[in-house]
């Protein structure tokens, strides 16, 4: 392949010689395409009696060559070229359009935080709004008129339930066993150690097990409940709900927020009392603490309100997780990436509130005294 | 952009289907270089699945399908890699990447394959934009675009190599009768310029009708190729009763 170029007077020949396949060669193109910029060219004309086979990457410099001629106005010469490879150029410059794109156009600083609080405000009222929608359907399944099938329910608590038994229990009772072991490092040296087993007992029940059973559920089951509507969204289901009047908290959010509220506090107390056997399988083998002065220990340290606490906090997780879950669920996107994204917000967010609202339940129990 | 005038794909004996329930059996048929070869059928009759053969996605369960003289199907991964490159596919719904621009969607095909400069991918990707009528919207996203926007761009990917065939997935559902008209004709000149073999499964008549130079009848019933020719042609001469109220959009004739 060959491509050569001459100017004589006021017209650039362009010699293409041979065949054209995957032709890539840069600087040549660059000083062909300077050349016909030139102001003293009138004419361009193609020289493509010699030309063999060719491909896109001839189509581009042609193209090239015929869009300056058309800008400039000057003569573009294409007679020698074959008939198929000039219908393709004037299909290439059929369309010359200058479409405006929004990424084109800058913000000044101003308008960068003017629209950031217009987004917050936005965002804070769909989150309102979807709140209330949520406690509202709450309320009309409490009043025996809520749009939802129970089989969505049940399947929800499937989900949720007898299918996370397993990872909880597991989990939990490694979470109490590393308790016990990192608590007995401290107590030992006091020759202490046999209040590993009230450690465990207050950590596990009082905060730990619903921490836990929170963050696995979050991934978990919050995840698989903005995946799930998400693709919903992707696949118009929602739009279809909406415009048959069925209403998307009561149909798609009720069902799972019920399943979470409910199987949540089981969940925690499945998580106590593995942690509390994790703690116990440390303490009564590798730290030869007869079983039943553990037991004794853990019993007395075992109070009710740290474990009705406990129970609370699974409670307030099963609403957080879910809320999340089907928020980010109904208010995803229409693309695959945004599934993506819905999924990753409802854990990372589900997380975020838990740990935020139990701050607030502590320093509560704080001032009440529990 | 010019092809041997062997056969551009070549279908002998091919038997397609899912374990065992067989979708067309004993199918034989030649796709000529710069044909636009329609493979038309009801609903359910396996023109999808026929595709996803053509395109290796699924071995047949007996047959072979040949493209430009060499064996397709039963060919090592490799080998089915190499052929393909010289085959575009248009998804039906145009299967651009949501994440990608335009421009990335096209050039993808172009980095992934060849050792261009990156100039040179800028342009060819310009020029395969420019071909699909969607010059200047190299920087937009597919969801700031419109539905047979969408089709065209991912046609402009199909392009991207300058492969010989291209396969075509129902190009003309969900568009509007004049963007599916714009889209017919920009597939006619795509053929005619680029000497591109087209294969296009569909079941839109005035499409068919316009476009195909040859076709392919699947039956669901008898699971086999009932009629052949250009869809024209089948039109004024029907082979068969079924042909003919498909082409008619039901209408009853006497076919002997």
Redesign the interface.
């Known amino acids: 392949m060959k491509l050569d170029f001459h100017k004589s007077q006021k017209t650039l020949t362009v010699l293409l010689e041979g065949d054209f396949l995957h032709f890539d060669a840069p600087h040549r193109k660059t000083a062909l395409y300077e050349a016909a910029q030139n102001n003293t060219v009138r004419e361009i004309t193609l020289d493509a009696r010699s030309l063999g086979e060719w491909d896109s990457s001839l189509v581009v410099i042609l193209t090239t060559l015929k869009q300056t001629a058309n800008t400039r106005g000057i003569l573009f010469n294409d007679q020698t070229l074959p008939d198929d490879l000039k219908q393709l150029l004037d299909l290439a410059l059929a369309v010359n359009r200058h479409p405006v794109h929004d990424s084109n156009q800058t913000e000044d600083f101003l308008e960068h935080i003017g629209d950031w609080g217009l987004s917050f405000m936005a965002s804070l009222h769909k989150g309102l709004t979807f709140l209330g929608n949520s406690f509202h359907s709450v309320g009309r399944f409490f009043a025996g008129y809520a749009v939802m099938r129970n089989v969505d329910l049940w399947q929800a608590l499937g989900e949720c339930g007898p299918k996370a038994l397993s990872i909880v229990g597991l989990i939990s009772f490694m979470v109490g066993l590393i308790l016990a072991f990192v608590g007995a490092i401290q107590l030992k040296t006091f020759g202490a150690q046999v209040f590993v087993a009230s450690l465990v007992t207050i950590g596990m029940i009082r905060i730990m097990g619903a921490i836990m059973v929170g963050i696995i559920m979050a991934g978990r089951t919050g995840a698989s409940y903005a995946a799930t509507i998400g693709t919903m969204q992707v696949n118009e289901e929602i739009d279809a709900l909406k415009t048959m009047g069925i209403p998307v908290s009561d149909f798609l959010v009720l069902p799972r927020i019920l399943a979470l509220v409910i199987t949540m506090p089981l969940l925690v107390l499945l998580s106590d009392f593995s942690g509390m056997l994790g703690g116990a399988f440390v303490g009564t083998t590798l730290l030869g603490i007869p079983a039943e002065e553990y037991w004794k220990y853990a019993w007395n340290a075992f109070g009710l309100t740290n474990f009705l606490v406990g129970l609370f906090h699974g409670l307030v997780f099963g609403f957080v997780i879910s809320l999340c879950g089907c928020y980010f669920g109904v208010y995803c996107g229409r693309n695959a990436d945004s599934v993506g994204v819905a999924t990753t917000n409802a854990v990372v967010w589900a997380i975020v509130w838990m740990i935020v609202l139990t701050g607030i339940i502590t320093f509560f129990c704080e001032v009440i005294g529990v | ?2 092809q041997t005038e062997k056969s551009a794909i070549s279908v002998k004996n091919l038997t397609m289907g899912y374990g065992s329930f067989i979708l067309q059996k004993e199918m034989n048929f030649e796709v000529k270089p710069h044909d636009i070869f329609i493979i038309m059928g009801g609903s359910g009759c396996g023109k999808s699945s026929l595709l996803r053969v053509l395109t290796g996605l699924v071995p047949p369960l007996a047959g072979s399908v040949w493209i430009q003289g060499t064996k397709f199907s039963g060919a090592s991964a490799d080998k089915q890699k190499e052929i393909m490159k010289n085959c575009g596919i248009l998804y039906q719904s145009g299967a651009l990447f ?2 990608m621009t335009l421009a990335e969607n096209v050039a993808l095909p172009l980095k992934q394959y ?4 990156e ?2 991918v800028r ?2 990707v ?3 934009l ?2 699909v ?5 190299e ?2 996203y ?3 675009i419109s539905g047979g926007m969408k089709k065209r761009a991912g046609l402009a990917r199909a392009l991207a190599l ?1 492969p010989d065939i291209v396969y075509f997935d129902e190009p003309s559902a969900g568009l509007d009768p004049i963007s599916s008209k714009l889209l017919d004709d920009l597939m006619k ?2 053929n ?4 591109t073999t087209l294969v296009v499964v569909t079941h839109e008549l005035s499409s068919l009708l316009d476009i195909g130079t040859n076709s392919i009848y699947l039956d669901a019933e008898s699971k086999t190729i009932i009629g052949r020719g250009k869809p024209a042609d089948l039109l004024k001469n029907p082979p068969n009763q079924t042909v003919y109220e498909f082409l008619t959009r039901g209408k009853q004739k006497n076919v002997r």
């Not at chain 2, 060849?114 to 400069?117: A, F, I, P």
């Not at chain 2, 009528?133 to 919207?137: M, N, P, Q």
């Not at chain 2, 005619?192 to 000497?195: N, R, V």
């Open positions: 952009m010019k949501s994440s060849t050792d261009y400069s100039q040179t342009e060819l310009s020029l395969k420019a071909l009528g969607l010059a200047g919207f920087e937009f597919p969801s700031e300058d000149n795509i005619q310029s680029l000497g």
